[in-house]
Nanobody
Framework: QVQLVESGGGLVQPGGSLRLSCAAS????????MGWHRQAPGKQREFVAH???????SYTDSVKGRFTISRDNAKNTVYLQMNSLKPEDTADYYC?????????WGQGTQVTVSS
């Protein structure tokens, strides 16, 4: 079992930046996919971005060009760099590690984009 702990959320003005971190209790090198999902108030949780163990990345259309996901296997940490933030990015952001036969979630970190 791998525990995932997110950090880096907070309040930021529109156009600002935040970097979220997801620290794993164990090695993430064996986790096939590390990703970020988010859930806005009153909405379903949605996919944001993921990175495969080989480094391939994918993003939902609304964050392409603004968000960047990366993973540091040596530090067992995944990052989500968020730039040009918009009010519609406001949500709880969850880290996820998954693959065949396993699916780990973090507790989430809150991101609020507001002036």
């Amino acid at each position: 079992q791998v525990q995932l702990v997110e950090s880096g959320g907070g309040l930021v003005q529109p156009g600002g930046s935040l970097r979220l971190s997801c620290a794993a209790s164990g090695s993430i090198s064996r986790i096939y996919i590390m990703g970020w999902h988010r859930q806005a108030p009153g909405k379903q949780r949605e996919f944001v971005a993921h990175i495969l163990s080989g480094g391939y990345t994918s993003y939902t259309d609304s964050v392409k060009g603004r968000f960047t996901i990366s993973r540091d296997n040596a530090k067992n940490t995944v990052y989500l760099q968020m730039n040009s933030l918009k009010p519609e990015d406001t949500a709880d952001y969850y880290c996820r590690g998954y693959g065949p036969g396993y699916n780990y979630w973090g507790q989430g970190t809150q991101v609020t984009v507001s002036s």
